[in-house]
């Protein structure tokens, strides 16, 4: 092996680090927050597109305020991503893997159970995450696109504002 293809499985070992990295790190995000300007300039790119059951997002300020306003309605959280799968193509990256995400929903997120008494405030889902991440001009990694399907919940779901 010459130093060209050392350099090469290098580059390619950082890059798939920091791409795991970037997902890693924006699942435990989901359940730190804060949800602000610097958040959203940490995982997306200014043309990101996301979907989720909810919608279509475009454009970053959609990424920021879809995602802080679906954070608002859970008291806490915890996410939950394996099997991630990385395929790298220089400057892009595929991604697909598998998500688990526990909510507890805030005291007023819903309606109360028959007799009066509080309703279940915990709302778990299953599913998959596809994405496509880009390596910026900064030489970061973000996220272009991320579409979360979700494939069976459990609980009651949030009430959505109208």
């Known amino acids: 092996m010459d130093l060209n293809q050392m350099h090469e499985q290098l580059r390619a070992l950082t890059d798939r680090a920091a791409v795991e990295r970037l997902v890693t790190r924006y699942l435990r995000s989901l359940d730190e927050g804060p949800f602000d300007t610097a958040w959203a300039r940490t995982f997306f790119t200014d043309d990101?597109?996301?979907?989720?059951?909810?919608?279509v997002y475009e454009g970053i300020d959609a990424q920021l305020s879809s995602t802080g306003g679906a954070m608002a309605l859970f008291e806490r959280t915890v996410h939950f991503g394996t099997n991630l799968d990385v395929e790298l193509d220089g400057d892009?990256?595929?991604?697909?893997?598998?998500?688990?995400?526990?909510h507890v929903l805030k005291e007023d997120g819903g309606p109360e159970e028959?007799?009066?008494?509080?309703?279940?405030?915990?709302f778990v889902s299953?599913?998959?995450?596809?994405?496509e991440a880009v390596?910026?001009?900064?030489g970061r990694?973000?996220?272009?696109?991320?579409?979360?399907?979700?494939?069976w919940t459990q609980g009651r779901p949030p009430v959505l504002p109208a």
């Open 135 to 138: 390596r910026s001009a900064d």
């Open 48 to 55: 990101a597109w996301s979907e989720t059951p909810v919608g």
């Open 141 to 151: 990694w973000r996220f272009r696109r991320l579409a979360l399907r979700i494939t």
């Open 114 to 122: 028959e007799g009066g008494g509080p309703a279940e405030r915990l």
């Open 126 to 131: 299953g599913g998959l995450c596809e994405a």
């Open 92 to 102: 892009r990256a595929a991604l697909r893997w598998n998500q688990l995400s526990t």
